[in-house]
């Protein structure tokens, strides 16, 4: 994984991309690549037909690019104003992780409980694919919540022996009611009850750089409120899916999962 230092020092135009981006090219990583280009206009950059985030540091374009959980190790192109890029992604081991269910519907839902989850994906997804034209210069984030975070992301996951999904965010740990802050400034775009999240709040920090909130306890937003970073928006839970209290917080770029880790400051 690209440490958070190393992705400060990118970022701040201390060091080369290259010296540190390797570590990072794994499915659920990011890619960082500097883009050769005199344009003082923002280069146009995309992957699987969705724009890339593309910041400004020191002179020169950067496209900061999401790689899905499920991309397969090998080459993968990213286009930058019709120019093809190609970066080769490496395979990456995650861990497994078994856990017991006590509500049985929530590992095996019935037709109502199906028809509730699609209606719901609908609307996460379209948050999450959100991209928001403005200018950035950074992709960090403060810690949303005090407390020790688990290692848990791209897991692959087994419900009651089941297999699911992989694990697509980070646990925090923490006590019922402990507050969550923005950690960054941004704008609501969903919030809402969900069957497997809880209470959730998913907010917009532009350019597809998206974050999520699950088994929230209490919600302090409503969709379309401006936040700044420290604000807080919620406080930690147990609701939906889970085995006690903490906060599941997902980071998306390009509407991909990525790793959190790369991004807390």
Not at 33 to 41: G, P, Q
Not at 195 to 219: E, K
Request: aromatic residues 6%; glycine residues 8%; positive net charge.
């Amino acid at each position: 994984m690209i440490s958070r230092f190393a992705l400060c020092l990118i970022l701040l135009g201390l060091i080369e991309p290259t010296m540190a981006i390797e570590e990072s090219l794994r499915p659920g990583g990011v890619a960082i690549i500097k883009i050769d280009s005199t344009n003082a206009s923002r280069p146009m950059a995309q992957y699987k037909g969705k724009p890339v985030m593309v910041i400004l540091r020191d002179e020169h374009w950067y496209a900061i690019v999401g790689i899905p959980l499920n991309a397969t190790p090998g080459k993968i192109k990213i286009v930058v104003d019709g120019i093809d890029k190609t970066i080769l992604i490496r395979s990456h081991a995650y861990r497994e992780q078994r856990l017991t269910i006590k509500n049985k519907s929530q590992v095996n839902p019935d037709q109502e409980q199906l028809n509730r989850i699609f209606s719901e994906r609908k609307i996460i997804n379209a948050a999450l694919n959100n991209f928001r034209k403005i200018t950035l210069n950074s992709v960090s984030l403060k810690k949303p919540v005090a407390g020790p975070h688990s290692s848990s992301f791209g897991s692959r996951r087994f419900f009651n022996d089941q297999p699911r999904a992989p694990h697509s965010g980070m646990d925090i740990s923490a006590d019922t009611g402990t507050p969550i802050i923005a950690p960054r400034d941004g704008i609501v775009t969903a919030t809402g009850n969900y069957f497997f999240n809880g209470n959730t709040v998913i907010i917009d920090h532009g350019q597809g750089l998206i974050t999520m909130y699950c088994h929230l306890s209490a919600l302090n937003v409503e969709v379309d409120d401006q936040l700044f970073t420290g604000d807080v928006i919620g406080a930690v839970g147990a609701t939906g899916r889970v085995t006690g209290p903490h906060l599941h917080f997902g980071t998306y770029l390009n509407g991909t999962a990525v790793d959190p880790e790369i991004f807390i400051d």
